[in-house]
């Protein structure tokens, strides 16, 4: 069983000085130069091993480049009042600047590329959902959610819509001019307000057909959504009973928000050197969400690929290695979605895996493995997820399977055929008492207690399991830029029966 004895000294925070540092002044943004690696010439270099890379891998230039992403997104805060990287804003601009510049500096060692693409961002900045005379707090607008009526509060009763609300003849007549209550499931959230809409409701509520919550997003905006809501199954019960049972409730809706299409990118590094027709691939994503700068998510991940990029710059490489680095992810896993999709299939079948690194570091963390299998997933991907299972037990570390779910960028690569995998150290979820047991820290609370907030600062990543995945991460590199001996061959399908139904998630939101 791992160690749990480093828990209490391992944040971020306190790798950033001495220990007479206070909490403020590990907030000010230190932005320092790192000295450009100099690229030896490649008969110098050695083939690249994935002992020497892990071993170039320091905590001391990830903080550095943590601080640094840092003060980029506090050039957000003219627009949005604090530090942030949401894609439209300047400090995601900054971090594509960041990246790209700090490629540039490495002598040529990789062919850079920017791929612009258009995005939907989505705004609420006011909501309000009150049934009869109660304000339910679950209540949540959907992620890209039009606005009400003219952004005014819409009135009407809620109308119960039957089955799940995802044919048109599950919606009444009395649906028009009021409020839809739909039950969460098969379809998507998407599909609903769009069903309701045509029905001619002027809002919708999404009920779950759980007790929590409902975080989701209507996915692809239409000209017939409707300001959407969810709510929780425990908000939902009373008002069921009584409409099951004939009463009237009435509705008041209110949204003010703003979808709108713009231009962001994704940024692509690939080895000059290393077989072409043979990639490994990985990816992070370089935007936050609006409401805080992302040092975790996936400040985390980005750095560490940036930092993994420049060290490999040392070696030689048998096969390519392609670094990805995502726009778009929280709005929706937008920028790997586009990536993929655009892809030709030749060049689909170059890339042997992908794998995906998002949150590497957070403070309550566990370590975390894809459960990708072959069964369900293109064959390798089971191959990858054994890689991560030898590397954490030869380190002595435990580790636990999460599920492989569609939540991050690795989605469209299965969705097209390419075997992928990747880590993590949790987000929302709760750890439990095993886990505290296995990891540390504390059962009972999210592994990361500042997801997308404003805390998600420097004194929100765990160094510790930051270093640890980063060598785990250069290890990966180093394994299939060496060789895919054993690897599984890729096949000609480029899409999966598998997902053929829609995902329950598409990024961090629930879609269905």
């Not at 819509?161 to 839809?180: L, R």
């Not at 991560?388 to 037990?393: G, K, L, R, S």
Request: some cysteine; overall charge negative.
């Amino acid at each position: 069983m791992a160690s749990t004895c480093l828990w209490s000294c391992t944040l971020l925070a306190a790798a950033l000085g001495a220990a007479s540092a206070s909490a403020s002044e590990l907030q000010v943004p230190l932005v320092t130069q790192q000295r450009p690696v100099e690229v030896d010439n490649t008969l110098s270099r050695s083939l690249v091993n994935t002992d020497k890379l892990q071993d170039s891998i320091k905590i001391e230039n990830l903080v550095s480049r943590a601080k640094e992403l840092y003060g980029i997104a506090q050039l957000s805060e003219p627009e949005y009042g604090h530090p942030t990287r949401v894609i439209g804003s300047a400090g995601h601009s900054g971090t594509l600047e960041y990246i790209y510049s700090a490629l540039e500096s490495l002598g040529g060692y990789y062919t850079l590329s920017k791929q612009p693409f258009p995005a939907v961002l989505g705004k609420v900045y006011e909501s309000r959902l009150v049934i009869g005379h109660e304000v339910p707090e679950s209540a949540s607008p959907m992620s890209l959610t039009p606005p009400t009526a003219n952004r005014e509060p819409v009135y009407g009763d809620l109308v119960l819509v039957e089955n799940e609300g995802c044919h048109a003849s599950d919606y009444p007549a009395t649906v028009a001019g009021n409020i839809a209550f739909i039950l969460r499931g098969t379809c998507s959230f998407g599909a609903k307000s769009e069903l309701a809409g045509k029905a001619g409701a002027v809002a919708a509520v999404v009920y779950n057909y759980e007790s929590g919550g409902v975080s989701g997003t209507l996915e692809n905006p239409t000209p017939n959504h409707v300001a959407t809501f969810g709510l929780s199954g425990k908000d939902a019960g009373p008002i069921l009973e009584k409409l099951k049972g004939g009463e009237i409730v009435d509705s008041i809706a209110y949204i003010d928000s703003e979808v709108k299409q713009i231009q962001t990118t994704n940024i692509i590094a690939q080895t000059v050197d290393g077989d072409p027709d043979n990639c490994v691939m990985l990816g992070g994503h370089s935007d936050s969400v609006s409401e805080g700068p992302g040092i975790n998510d996936d400040g985390s991940g980005s750095l560490t690929l940036l930092e993994v990029a420049t060290q490999l710059t040392n070696f030689t490489v048998n096969n390519c290695v392609r670094f990805a680095w995502w726009a778009g992810e929280e709005e929706g896993l937008l920028g790997s979605d586009y990536y993929v999709e655009v892809l030709p299939k030749e060049e689909n079948q170059k890339i042997r895996l992908f794998m995906d690194y998002d949150m590497m570091g957070s403070p309550n963390f566990a370590y975390q493995v894809y459960n990708a299998t072959n069964a369900a997933n293109p064959v390798g991907s089971e191959q990858l997820r054994d890689l991560y299972v030898d590397w954490y037990t030869k380190q002595g570390l435990n580790y636990t399977f999460i599920p492989f779910d569609g939540r991050s960028d690795y989605d469209a690569f299965i969705r097209h055929g390419i075997p992928g995998g990747g880590i993590a150290t949790g987000a929302e979820g709760v750890k439990t008492k095993e886990e505290e047991i296995m990891f540390g820290g504390r059962a009972g609370e999210w592994y990361d207690p500042c997801y997308h907030q404003l805390c998600d600062d420097l004194g929100n990543v765990n160094s510790t399991a930051w270093l640890t995945n980063t060598k785990l991460v250069a290890h990966s590199v180093a394994t299939f830029a060496i060789s895919f001996e054993g690897f599984p061959e890729r096949s000609d399908a480029t899409t999966l029966s598998a997902y053929d139904k829609p995902a329950m998630y598409h990024g961090h939101r629930l879609a269905r």
